[in-house]
């Protein structure tokens, strides 16, 4: 299967119907990008049952900015509707095979497990009146 051009109109579509997906964040001016863009290629015809996305942050930079993309590449997986991934840079072959085998490897209910865990921990101290550690709600 050959990569998806995600925008801000398909991303969530894309994504609520599919259960692995991987995002490739990119611009055209990018060298680490280019040479990223043919292994993401290469690994979307090894993988079947993976949608591959790119999303143009030059085009989408609402979207880019949404996803609070910094710095591309950047890499982004959601398993069953979860981001359970997320790093720029750029991977060779080998790396992405194995984000793509360890993505397919979790245990969602355990995820989800821990994510509800994280949220009510989060809570709870809000309403103690502590704030959130970073990159915590």
Do not use: Y
Not at 4 to 15: G, K, M
Not at 78 to 101: H, K, S, Y
């Amino acid at each position: 299967m050959s990569t998806l051009e995600l925008t801000q109109e398909n991303l969530n579509q894309t994504i609520e119907s599919n259960d692995v997906v991987l995002v490739d964040f990119w611009a055209e001016w990018c060298g680490p990008c280019k040479q990223f863009g043919p292994v993401f290629e290469e690994a979307s015809e090894k993988h079947e049952n993976v949608v591959f996305g790119k999303v143009d942050t030059e085009d989408q930079q609402q979207l880019a900015a949404a996803a609070g993309i910094s710095s591309i590449p950047t890499l982004m997986a959601f398993r069953e509707q979860t981001l359970v991934f997320a790093q720029p840079g750029a991977l060779n072959g080998e790396q992405l095979d194995q984000v793509i085998d360890a993505v397919k490897a979790l245990d969602m209910d355990e995820v989800r497990e821990q994510i509800a865990q994280a949220e009510a921990e989060a809570k709870a101290k809000a309403e103690d009146g502590e704030a959130p550690a970073p990159g915590q709600a």
